[in-house]
C-alpha cells in the first residue's frame, strides 16, 4: 500500500532531459498526481490538500470568477492548469487569470495542452505543508515569465506578499482589502484573519 505524503516530493531530473512533450505525457499518464516543474528543471509531486485549504482555494477562485463573469475581460484557471511559463517551469498557480487578448492569440492545440503563457494575474496560498521560500521562488517564476500582479496568501503568518513587476514586495498584514489595481479593475479581494 502506497504511502500518502503531506510534503511535497522534489526530485532532481538534471541528467534526466525531460523534453516538454515527455512532462506532458508523464502528466497525462500520471493524472491523479499534481505534479509541477521548475524553472531549474526539478519535478515537484504536489501532496492534495484538506477540507480547510481546499475550501479556501474554491472560494478565492469564485471570487475571481465572478469578477470576471460580470466583466468578460479574460480566462480564469483552477489549480489543476499548468502553464508553460515563457522563462522556464510548468506551473498550477492556485487561482489564474489571462486576458482574452493573450489568450485568443494561442493556437487551439497550445490552449489544450499547458498553455505556453504566463497569467496576468495568479494568486498562490499557503498550505500548511507549503514552504514558503519555494513559493516565493514560484513567484519569481512568474514574474520572470510576465505575471502583472500576483497575491502570495500566508495564513500562518496572517499577511499577505504583493508581487509586480520591477517593485519590491510589498507585504499587507491580514485582515485586509487588496485590490486588483489596473490588471483587475474594478475587483477587490476582503481577506479576513484566517
Known amino acids: 500500500m502506497a504511502t500518502i505524503t503531506s510534503t511535497p516530493v522534489i526530485l532532481n531530473l538534471d541528467n534526466v532531459g525531460l523534453s516538454d512533450e515527455q512532462f506532458y505525457q508523464l502528466c497525462q499518464a ?7 516543474r521548475t524553472a531549474k528543471g526539478k519535478l515537484i509531486i504536489m501532496p492534495p490538500v484538506g477540507g480547510m485549504s481546499g ?8 471570487q475571481v470568477w465572478f469578477w470576471n463573469r ?3 475581460r479574460g480566462r480564469v484557471f483552477s489549480s489543476s492548469t499548468i502553464f508553460r511559463l515563457p522563462n522556464g517551469g510548468d506551473r498550477s498557480p492556485d487561482v489564474a487569470w489571462v486576458t482574452n487578448e493573450r489568450w485568443e492569440s ?3 492545440e497550445a ?4 498553455p ?10 499557503r498550505f500548511r505543508t507549503d514552504s514558503l521560500e ?4 514560484k513567484m519569481q517564476e512568474y514574474l520572470n515569465s510576465g505575471l502583472r500582479l ?5 495564513p500562518q503568518a496572517q499577511q499577505v506578499e504583493i508581487y509586480r513587476p520591477n517593485q519590491t514586495v510589498e507585504i499587507v498584514q491580514l485582515p485586509a482589502s487588496l485590490s486588483g489595481e489596473a490588471v483587475l479593475p474594478g475587483f477587490v479581494l476582503d481577506l479576513p484573519v484566517f
Open 30 to 36: 500520471n493524472h491523479n498526481w499534481q505534479l509541477e
Open 111 to 114: 490552449q489544450e495542452k499547458f
Open 134 to 137: 519555494d513559493l516565493q521562488t
Open 55 to 62: 475550501n479556501r482555494e474554491a472560494d478565492l477562485n469564485g
Open 150 to 154: 500576483g497575491w502570495l496568501i500566508n
Open 106 to 108: 494561442l493556437s487551439l
Open 116 to 125: 505556453p503563457i504566463c497569467p496576468d494575474f495568479v494568486i498562490e496560498l
Open 70 to 72: 460580470q466583466t468578460q
